[in-house]
């Protein structure tokens, strides 16, 4: 597999918020292209490190990481961005119509993985897009800011920080800590595929979704072996 680029907090700055270093507050037009730059950065990249994922957090909401795994699965890259891999089960996004791709991530229990390398990833990016905030960027004042006197990291990550699946099963969280993250995030409504009960949206439809007790469950189903002698290729393909 020829690499691809990657990109850290470093490069994300450079190449998409330094024009907007003049100003706390976006205008909606700004917000909007800043989320397209995103886009168009990693649709066909790699971020690089975990810090980098969690910072990104601040600059995104669900619907712009639902966008963004949009794209990425366009260009045949797993919909998780810390991921260089296809999704398990390619398929062509244009050989079928929206009813009949609803009605298979709604059905089948492997869905995931027509967008996903694995399960594993597949957890992991449900996990974080749950914690992402709604509030429009545009409303995020000096979020965008590389260099912001008047406010911490701190006090950014107490209102848009997030925590990584991958982190917590490597620091050995116990459940009760995952499910006081999860109980912690306002809307648990994100269409799993192979969820047990549903819950009425806004427009009345029925769909599945995840509960606090579930997502931190199959949380603790994951094991994380460290390997002495890893092979080239990510541990993780061993085990699909």
Request: aromatic share 8%.
């Amino acid at each position: 597999m020829s690499s691809i680029n990657k990109y850290n907090i470093q490069d994300i700055q450079k190449e998409v918020l330094t024009p907007y270093q003049k100003h706390r507050q976006l205008s909606m037009k700004e917000a909007q292209s800043i989320s397209l730059d995103i886009l168009t950065l990693l649709c066909d990249a790699q971020i690089s490190d975990e810090d980098t994922l969690k910072w990104l957090a601040r600059l995104m909401t669900p619907e712009t990481y639902m966008d963004l795994m949009d794209e990425r699965n366009l260009n045949k890259l797993c919909g998780y961005p810390m991921c260089q891999h296809p999704p398990e089960r390619e398929r062509d996004p244009f050989s079928m119509s929206e009813t009949t791709k609803k009605f298979l991530w709604e059905n089948n229990p492997y869905a995931y993985l027509s967008r996903f390398c694995s399960k594993f990833h597949f957890r992991c990016s449900q996990f974080y897009q749950v914690q992402l905030s709604e509030d429009a960027l545009f409303s995020r004042t000096g979020i965008h800011l590389i260099n912001d006197t008047l406010q911490t990291d701190n006090s950014i990550n107490e209102k848009y920080g997030i925590e990584l699946m991958e982190v917590l099963l490597r620091n050995k969280a116990t459940e009760e800590e995952i499910k006081n993250i999860v109980l912690g995030v306002n809307k648990l409504d994100l269409a799993t595929g192979d969820t047990e009960y549903t819950e009425e949206s806004r427009n009345g439809e029925i769909r599945n979704v995840t509960s606090p007790e579930d997502l931190s469950q199959w949380l603790q189903d994951f094991k994380i072996i460290e390997n002495d002698k890893p092979s080239i290729i990510d541990d993780y393909l061993k085990d699909r």
